[in-house]
């Protein structure tokens, strides 16, 4: 038949599958180490960012803040920003 016809039995197609799988899972995880997913931060990094760049006052702060430590005491999940 040729060259490129070797008459591959089960195994040697099972082993070439489990390499390419193998290959593949390799590239895949070295991509997604270069390009990590942004971490999301929580309500409590954005309002403390806020007030360190001055968009909000330290009272509005303190409003804000007891707001979100109420939700997460309570248990509920916040629908929007607060009203005010």
């Given amino acids: 038949m040729g060259p490129w016809c070797t008459q591959m039995g ?4 099972t ?3 489990v ?5 593949v899972a390799l590239v895949v995880w ?8 942004r971490r999301v931060p929580s309500a409590w990094e954005v309002l403390d ?5 001055g968009e909000i006052d330290p009272a509005t702060y303190r409003v804000l803040r007891d707001e979100l430590d109420a939700t997460r005491l309570s248990g509920r999940v916040p629908q929007g920003p ?3």
């Fill in 19 to 23: 390499f390419w799988v193998a290959v």
């Fill in 10 to 13: 089960v195994g040697g197609w």
């Fill in 82 to 84: 607060p009203a005010g």
């Fill in 30 to 37: 070295g991509v997604s180490r270069l390009f990590p997913a």
């Fill in 15 to 17: 082993w070439m599958i």
């Fill in 49 to 53: 960012a806020r007030l360190a760049s």
